[in-house]
């Protein structure tokens, strides 16, 4: 059995996922980060690749993700203007968390459909 921890290491290890978590919290910013990293550039696409997001809700997330240095957003002077989005360096630095929480999503699909199986 481990030791208990001091509030201090306790906090220590609280503090950091807790300030991670509201960068990336909610359901849709991973999902967001996802499509815009497998080429999704443009508003519409990342719109129609994200089943039920609204484009309410897109733009909403896509200027927070862009406020916290995980996307940059790029207007092209055209006509009609042209706007793409893409991941950012510092953003690179999620895909290790994201592999980590799509096999940990994977593993425990698997689980819950051969527990449902055996009933």
């Known amino acids: 059995m481990a030791n208990k921890k001091s509030y201090q290491e306790c906090q ?12 990336i919290n909610g359901k849709w910013k ?7 990293t497998h080429g999704n550039k443009r508003f519409t696409e990342i719109e129609r690749s994200i089943p039920k997001i609204t484009g309410k809700v897109l733009a909403k997330q896509l200027k927070e993700l862009e406020m916290n240095d995980l996307i940059k957003r790029t207007v092209y002077d ?3 203007v042209s706007i793409e989005y893409e991941p950012t360096s510092y953003a690179a630095l999620l895909h290790p ?3 980590a929480l799509k096999e ?3 593993n425990h699909r ?6 449902s199986k055996k009933k």
């Open 110 to 115: 698997r689980r819950i459909i051969s527990r």
């Open 104 to 106: 940990w999503g994977q």
């Open 12 to 23: 220590g290890d609280i503090l950091p996922i807790r300030d991670a978590l509201e960068i």
């Open 78 to 80: 055209s006509t009609p």
């Open 30 to 36: 991973i999902l967001i980060l996802i499509s815009i």
């Open 97 to 99: 968390v994201i592999n």
